[in-house]
C-alpha cells in the first residue's frame, strides 16, 4: 500500500526568490534614482519646472521604478529591504553632514547631481526610503499572515470533520477581514494627510534660517508615512487608497503647474516658497503614491503567496502521514 503513494515533493527553496528579489530591487532602484534626480535637475538649476515633456517622462520611470521596487516584496521582501536601507543611509549620511557624489556612482550626467542634491535636501529619499524599508517589511509580516491564515483554516476544516463524529465542537468560521480593511484604509489615509502637512512645514521653516538638509518635521512626516505603510501587513486597501491619493494629488502638481500656481496663491506661505513648489512639480508626491501602490501590490501577493507555501507544506505533512 505504501508504495502506491508518490513521494512527496517538499515546497521549493526560497533563495532563489531572495536571490532574484535582491537583484531586480538594486537595478530598479538605480534607474529610480537616476531618473528623478534627472527629473528634479532643472528645478535645481533653474528653480523652476517649465513645461519640458522631458521632465515628465523621467518622473513617470521613475516613479514606475519605485513600484516595481515594492511590488518585488511578492517574490520576497529582501529586495525592498535592501533599496529601502540604502536610501535611508544616503539621507542619514547628508543630515550628518557627509558630502555623497552621485559622480563617481552614476557616471555624472548633467544636471544629475544637482537634481539627487535638491531632493536629498527636501527629505524626499529620507521618505521614500522610509516607505519602501516599510513595505519590505509590510511583505513580510503579510506572507506570515497568510500562513497563519491557513492554517487557522485548516485546523477548522478538522474540527469540522471530528465534529461529524460528535467528538468536538463546532468551529468558529475564520475572522472578518472588513475591520481590517476599513481601520487600515482611515488609518493610511489620515496618516498620509498629516505626513504630507508636516513635509510641507518643514519647507516652509527651512525659508526662514540658512539653507541646511531636510529638518525634524521632514524627519516625522517620513516616520509617520513608514508607520502607515506598515498597515499594508493588516490590510492592503489602506496603503492603495493613500497611494492612488497622492499620486493624483502629484501628478495635477507636476503636470498643470499654472492651477498650483494659482492654488497656492491664495495660501501666502505658499506663495512666497518655491521650494514647495519645486517638490510638487518634481513628481516627489507621485513618485510616493505610486511606491504606495507597489507596497500594496507586494503586501498583497506575499499574503497569497504565504497561503500557497502553507498550503504545500500542509499537503506534504498529509501525505508523509498516509505513508
Given at each position: 500500500?505504501?508504495?502506491?503513494?508518490?513521494?512527496?515533493?517538499?515546497?521549493?527553496?526560497?533563495?532563489?526568490?531572495?536571490?532574484?528579489?535582491?537583484?531586480?530591487?538594486?537595478?530598479?532602484?538605480?534607474?529610480?534614482?537616476?531618473?528623478?534626480?534627472?527629473?528634479?535637475?532643472?528645478?535645481?538649476?533653474?528653480?523652476?519646472?517649465?513645461?519640458?515633456?522631458?521632465?515628465?517622462?523621467?518622473?513617470?520611470?521613475?516613479?514606475?521604478?519605485?513600484?516595481?521596487?515594492?511590488?518585488?516584496?511578492?517574490?520576497?521582501?529582501?529586495?525592498?529591504?535592501?533599496?529601502?536601507?540604502?536610501?535611508?543611509?544616503?539621507?542619514?549620511?547628508?543630515?550628518?553632514?557627509?558630502?555623497?557624489?552621485?559622480?563617481?556612482?552614476?557616471?555624472?550626467?548633467?544636471?544629475?547631481?544637482?537634481?539627487?542634491?535638491?531632493?536629498?535636501?527636501?527629505?524626499?529619499?529620507?521618505?521614500?526610503?522610509?516607505?519602501?524599508?516599510?513595505?519590505?517589511?509590510?511583505?513580510?509580516?503579510?506572507?506570515?499572515?497568510?500562513?497563519?491564515?491557513?492554517?487557522?483554516?485548516?485546523?477548522?476544516?478538522?474540527?469540522?470533520?471530528?465534529?461529524?463524529?460528535?467528538?468536538?465542537?463546532?468551529?468558529?468560521?475564520?475572522?472578518?477581514?472588513?475591520?481590517?480593511?476599513?481601520?487600515?484604509?482611515?488609518?493610511?489615509?489620515?496618516?498620509?494627510?498629516?505626513?504630507?502637512?508636516?513635509?510641507?512645514?518643514?519647507?516652509?521653516?527651512?525659508?526662514?534660517?540658512?539653507?541646511?538638509?531636510?529638518?525634524?518635521?521632514?524627519?516625522?512626516?517620513?516616520?509617520?508615512l513608514g508607520l502607515l505603510t506598515l498597515t499594508a501587513a493588516w490590510s492592503t486597501l489602506g496603503v492603495l487608497v493613500a497611494g492612488l491619493l497622492a499620486t493624483i494629488?502629484?501628478?495635477?502638481?507636476?503636470?498643470?503647474?499654472?492651477?498650483?500656481?494659482?492654488?497656492?496663491?491664495?495660501?501666502?506661505?505658499?506663495?512666497?516658497?518655491?521650494?514647495?513648489?519645486?517638490?510638487?512639480?518634481?513628481?516627489?508626491?507621485?513618485?510616493?503614491?505610486?511606491?504606495?501602490?507597489?507596497?500594496?501590490?507586494?503586501?498583497?501577493?506575499?499574503?497569497?503567496?504565504?497561503?500557497?507555501?502553507?498550503?504545500?507544506?500542509?499537503?506534504?505533512?498529509?501525505?508523509?502521514?498516509?505513508?
Amino acid at each position: 500500500m505504501s508504495d502506491a503513494v508518490a513521494r512527496p515533493t517538499p515546497p521549493p527553496s526560497r533563495l532563489g526568490a531572495h536571490v532574484s528579489s535582491a537583484v531586480l530591487a538594486v537595478i530598479s532602484g538605480a534607474a529610480a534614482v537616476a531618473a528623478l534626480a534627472q527629473a528634479s535637475s532643472p528645478l535645481a538649476t533653474l528653480g523652476v519646472a517649465g513645461d519640458s515633456p522631458e521632465a515628465g517622462v523621467w518622473v513617470a520611470v521613475g516613479a514606475a521604478a519605485l513600484l516595481g521596487v515594492t511590488a518585488l516584496g511578492a517574490m520576497s521582501s529582501l529586495g525592498p529591504v535592501i533599496v529601502g536601507g540604502l536610501l535611508l543611509l544616503m539621507s542619514l549620511a547628508r543630515l550628518l553632514g557627509v558630502n555623497l557624489s552621485l559622480d563617481s556612482v552614476m557616471g555624472g550626467a548633467p544636471g544629475l547631481e544637482e537634481g539627487f542634491d535638491l531632493l536629498l535636501d527636501l527629505g524626499v529619499w529620507l521618505s521614500l526610503g522610509l516607505v519602501v524599508l516599510a513595505g519590505g517589511g509590510a511583505a513580510h509580516f503579510a506572507r506570515r499572515a497568510g500562513r497563519r491564515m491557513e492554517l487557522d483554516e485548516e485546523r477548522i476544516l478538522d474540527r469540522a470533520s471530528a465534529e461529524t463524529t460528535g467528538r468536538m465542537a463546532k468551529p468558529r468560521p475564520p475572522r472578518s477581514r472588513i475591520p481590517a480593511h476599513v481601520g487600515s484604509t482611515v488609518l493610511a489615509v489620515l496618516g498620509l494627510v498629516v505626513a504630507l502637512g508636516l513635509l510641507l512645514a518643514g519647507l516652509v521653516d527651512r525659508t526662514e534660517g540658512p539653507a541646511q538638509p531636510f529638518g525634524f518635521l521632514a524627519v516625522g512626516a517620513a516616520v509617520l508615512l513608514g508607520l502607515l505603510t506598515l498597515t499594508a501587513a493588516w490590510s492592503t486597501l489602506g496603503v492603495l487608497v493613500a497611494g492612488l491619493l497622492a499620486t493624483i494629488v502629484g501628478a495635477t502638481g507636476a503636470i498643470w503647474t499654472e492651477a498650483l500656481t494659482e492654488w497656492a496663491s491664495s495660501w501666502p506661505t505658499l506663495a512666497d516658497d518655491p521650494t514647495i513648489h519645486r517638490l510638487l512639480n518634481a513628481g516627489a508626491i507621485a513618485a510616493l503614491g505610486l511606491t504606495l501602490v507597489g507596497v500594496s501590490i507586494g503586501a498583497h501577493g506575499a499574503r497569497r503567496a504565504g497561503r500557497r507555501t502553507q498550503r504545500l507544506e500542509i499537503g506534504v505533512t498529509r501525505r508523509l502521514d498516509e505513508r
